[in-house]
């Protein structure tokens, strides 16, 4: 078979290892493998895809970013957007997709099964929501990048006596913000899923100053809602129509609100696309390793419309209609860690 293979939406570490493993196995298993660039936006243009072998994946273990490259683009916008989609995959004679992405990358995979065409799904985003699998490619490096920015932030936080607000991703939950911050020992963490008031966070923060704490970290998701603190107005939006987080500029507004009104000196830092960026975790490649392994294996036997994904360390089959559902919230067990070890003082 001729196997294209491609990844969207948002980069994360780990799609190179998930490339390199889908082009090992598919060409063990004597199937060709076709590179799509740019993501969905490469089967709309004229850019001919390019033949991976194994020397052009041996390499790229270990890199971040895609040798492929991404985007965010929906191809399902318009008639003349999914014809041109359905054209290229006849005209490269493509007897199979792999689409390494989230929520967004797979409806569109999802789509596509629907319109007849063979395809395989692998969870890749680093915000970790979607459902049928614990855990997505690049979640564990942008965790490590939260707990070790905090590790660093820690220092400087005492040596001025200050209050600092870390914003992480998360674009609907707050994976991210809660192992990051637990990982790293915040002092407070915020996230959509639990419900908090400005109020509270003032008490909290006077709280941990009363008793000598001569550092407060704090991180909060930049999707989250903190009860009677508003944030900016987000302006622009992406091809899928989300709401582009950075412009509400959580992490801003809470750092000035908790300098108001506590007396306290505060900062801020974003981390922003460091989450994204570098070299995966070792973590991370296996994962990857995993999934590609997996998919592979999944177009070798003729399925469609189904993803690979990881449940207590098991590689298990779930369909795209069922990850896509909805989007994954933090489990309760790892609330109530927040609650006991990051919450705010009642």
């Known amino acids: ?61 270990s890199e971040g970013g895609t040798i492929l490259g991404t985007s965010r683009t929906d191809p399902r916008k318009d008639d003349a957007s999914r014809r041109a989609v359905l054209e290229s995959i006849r005209r490269w004679r493509i007897d199979a997709l792999v689409a390494i992405g989230g929520n967004d990358t797979l409806g569109v995979a999802q789509w596509l099964h629907e319109q007849r065409i063979r395809v395989i799904g692998v969870p890749k985003t680093v915000d970790n929501d979607l459902s049928e699998t614990d855990y997505c490619i690049g979640f564990d490096t942008a965790v490590t990048v939260v707990a070790d920015a905090l590790d660093r932030l820690r220092t400087t936080a005492s040596a001025h006596h200050r209050v600092v607000v870390v914003e992480a991703m998360g674009r609907d939950t707050g994976w991210v913000a809660a192992y990051g911050g637990l990982a790293g020992g915040a002092d407070l963490i915020i996230v959509p899923e639990i419900q908090i008031t400005s109020e509270q966070v003032v008490r909290t923060m006077k709280r941990h100053r009363a008793i000598g704490d001569p550092d407060i970290l704090v991180v909060v998701s930049e999707a989250a809602v903190i009860d009677g603190l508003e944030a900016e107005t987000a302006v622009d939006r992406d091809a899928f129509g989300h709401v582009r987080l950075d412009q509400r500029a959580i992490g801003a507004v809470l750092a000035r609100h908790i300098e108001q009104r506590t007396g306290i000196e505060a900062r801020q830092v974003v981390l922003g696309h460091l989450q994204r960026g570098g070299s995966p975790t070792a973590v991370d490649r296996l994962r990857a390793t995993r999934f590609g392994n997996a998919a592979a294996d999944l177009v070798d036997a003729g399925r469609s419309g189904v993803l690979p994904v990881l449940r207590g360390g098991r590689i298990e089959v779930a369909t795209m209609t069922e990850a896509v559902r909805e989007v994954r919230r933090l489990s309760d067990d790892i609330i109530e860690l927040v609650r006991r070890f990051a919450g705010v003082v009642d």
Request: proline letters at 3%; zero cysteines; a neutral charge.
């Open 1 to 61: 078979m001729r196997i294209g293979v491609l990844t969207g939406g948002g980069d994360a570490p780990g799609l190179n290892a998930a490339i390199r493993a889908v082009v090992l196995r598919a060409t063990a298993l004597g199937h060709e493998v076709l590179g799509i660039t740019d993501g969905w936006a490469g089967l709309l243009g004229e850019a001919e895809p390019r033949a991976l072998g194994v020397r052009d994946a041996n390499r790229i273990l």
